[in-house]
Structure formats: structure tokens, C-alpha cells
């Protein structure tokens, strides 16, 4: 089974700090993405990537900054945490980008910024 | 304009009896793909079943079968004889197929269901 692991289900931290995000996928995909998901709002694409060293925006991508140095790993940055980045952000990634090439999940983040 | 609109924020269900989650999209492309993902309080979003724009009959999955009415742009899913482990949160999501955003699924709202033992 594909396993997708973030590295935190819970973080809280102060408005200001630099914040990671870490999310590593253990199938070899080509494709990750992060999300961010509200109440009412579903889930939101901040960014993705679809090889090493490459990304591309999604649609909220203010704020937030990406990196994929390794296939496996893709990480989320937050350059100075905001209360309105209080959320849950979801990693998610995928093999080729066919139609019906379906997404899988990692847990999920709950980030608190006070 | 939205792409994915779920009007049912909440619904709630018996044990055992049917239910159908709503969901309607919007897009040009002649290609494109619906999916249904599952939320339990864990978090993890799990795969339920997937609908290809051109695909003929509608798909099933066990339980879970999608009632696709392409003129009308609905995909709405049906989940049959609800269990108590049914209780979630359910999206509804798309992917469409033009050059250069192949890969990302745009996701609805959400519907919150909750099955009454």
C-alpha cells in the first residue's frame, strides 16, 4: 500500500515563525501536492510538484513557499506563520498524471498559530 | 465560478438505509474525471470511487455507486445500506484534462454525514 507520512498531526506555533511541513511518500511518485483544508471551504491546492527540484503554484499559494530536493520528500513552508494559516494541510501525491490517476493522502497537519 | 458544489454541508442518515450526497461540477473540457474521497475523524482521506467523463455506465464500488448525469453535470453519490462506520466527511472531486493541469483534483465543500444507529 502507498503510504504517505507527515511528520506532524498537531503543531502549534507563534505568528512570526518560520514553519516546516514535511511530508514523505514511499511509492515513487512523480506527482505531490499540498493542501489546505477549511471548514466550508474544502480542500484548497497551495502548491504541487511534479519532479525533483520543480514546483508549480496552485490556487492560495501566498504565504507559502515549496521544496523537493529528494522524489520521496516535499516540503511546506510557511516563511513567517500567520493566525490566518491556521489550518489543516494535507499531502497528498500520485504516479502519472492520467484522468483517472486517483490522489493518496497522508493524515494531515493541524496547525494552530497563535 | 466554482467547479465542485456540494449543497449539503450536513445530512443525516439511519442505519441501514440509503443515502445520497450531492454533487455538481462545472467544465468545458470533454475529458475529465469525478472522484469521491472519504474523511473519517482521523484525517486520512480515503479513495471511494471514480467516474470517467466518456465512461458509460456508472461506476459502483461495493456499497458505493455514483449516479453520473453528464448533460446535467451531476455526479452524486449513492451509499447503499449505511453503516455507523459511514459517519464522515464526504468530497466530491474533479480533474480535468487540459494541458498542464492534468495532475490536481479541485475539490468541493464537503457534506458531513452522520448515520443514526
Known amino acids: 500500500d502507498v503510504k504517505v507520512t507527515q511528520s506532524s498531526r498537531y503543531l502549534v506555533k507563534r505568528t512570526g515563525e518560520k514553519v516546516f511541513l514535511e511530508c514523505v511518500q514511499d511509492?515513487?511518485?512523480?506527482?505531490m501536492f499540498w493542501y489546505r483544508q477549511d471548514p466550508g471551504l474544502g480542500l484548497r491546492l497551495i502548491y504541487f510538484?511534479?519532479?525533483?527540484?520543480?514546483?508549480e503554484k496552485g490556487d492560495i499559494p501566498e504565504g507559502y513557499s515549496v521544496s523537493r530536493e529528494k522524489k520521496e520528500r516535499f516540503s511546506l513552508i510557511l516563511e513567517s506563520a500567520s493566525t490566518n494559516q491556521t489550518s489543516m494541510y494535507l499531502c497528498?501525491?500520485?504516479?502519472?498524471?492520467?484522468?483517472?490517476?486517483?490522489?493518496?493522502f497522508g493524515s494531515g497537519t493541524q496547525l494552530s498559530v497563535l | 465560478a466554482q467547479k465542485i458544489t456540494q449543497t449539503q454541508p450536513g445530512m443525516f442518515v439511519q442505519e441501514k438505509e440509503a443515502v445520497t450526497l450531492d454533487c455538481t461540477y462545472d467544465?468545458?473540457?470533454?475529458?475529465?474525471?469525478l472522484f469521491w474521497y472519504k474523511q473519517p475523524s482521523s484525517g486520512e482521506m480515503i479513495f471511494l470511487i471514480y467516474?470517467?467523463?466518456?465512461?458509460?455506465q456508472n461506476a459502483t464500488e461495493g456499497r458505493y455507486s455514483l449516479n453520473f448525469q453528464k448533460a446535467r453535470k451531476s455526479a452524486n453519490l449513492v451509499i447503499s445500506a449505511s453503516q455507523l462506520g459511514d459517519s464522515a466527511m464526504y468530497f466530491c472531486?474533479?480533474?480535468?484534462?487540459?494541458?498542464?493541469?492534468?495532475?490536481?483534483?479541485?475539490f468541493g465543500s464537503g457534506t458531513q454525514l452522520t448515520v443514526l444507529p
Open positions: 497528498a501525491s500520485s504516479s502519472t498524471p492520467t484522468v483517472n490517476e486517483k490522489l493518496f
Open positions: 467544465t468545458s473540457d470533454p475529458s475529465y474525471g
Open positions: 467516474q470517467g467523463s466518456y465512461d458509460q
Open positions: 510538484s511534479y519532479d525533483v527540484k520543480m514546483k
Open positions: 511509492m515513487d511518485h512523480e506527482n
Open positions: 472531486a474533479m480533474r480535468e484534462v487540459p494541458s498542464g493541469s492534468a495532475r490536481q483534483l479541485t
